[in-house]
Nanobody, 125 residues
Framework: QEQLVESGGGLVQAGGSLRLSCAASRLTFLAYAMGWFRQVPGKERELVVAISGRGDNINYTADSVKGRFAISRDVDKNTVYLQMSSLKPEDTGVYYC?????????????????WGQGTQVTVSS
């Protein structure tokens, strides 16, 4: 059973930055596509950005985060990161890390098999 553990969330003022981390217990990064999802109350969990297993494909699905968010990973540490800069109040939500046991990126959340517990990000205006 794979385990994903997120950290790095918190309260930040608009314009500030946060870096989220997602540590994976056992999965082999090269074989798994990883995604960061965001959920706000009353809405479905949506994919923000994903990276392919080989790391050669990154998809920022939310136009609002392009240029402000960056996904990266450290294969040796089995950790994927989400660097968030120039944060806005609308970035507020619970951020989830997820993994699917295939290298290619899929946008639908149902394709992701393993999920972290989520970390709250709150951006104040």
């Amino acid at each position: 059973q794979e385990q994903l553990v997120e950290s790095g969330g918190g309260l930040v003022q608009a314009g500030g930055s946060l870096r989220l981390s997602c540590a994976a217990s056992r999965l082999t990064f090269l074989a798994y596509a990883m995604g960061w999802f965001r959920q706000v109350p009353g809405k479905e969990r949506e994919l923000v950005v994903a990276i392919s297993g080989r790391g050669d494909n990154i998809n920022y699905t939310a136009d609002s985060v392009k240029g402000r968010f960056a996904i990266s990973r450290d294969v040796d540490k089995n950790t994927v990161y989400l660097q968030m800069s120039s944060l806005k109040p609308e970035d507020t939500g619970v951020y989830y890390c997820a993994a699917r046991p295939y290298s290619n990126i899929v946008l639908s959340r149902v394709a992701y098999e393993y999920w972290g517990q989520g970390t709250q990000v709150t951006v104040s205006s």
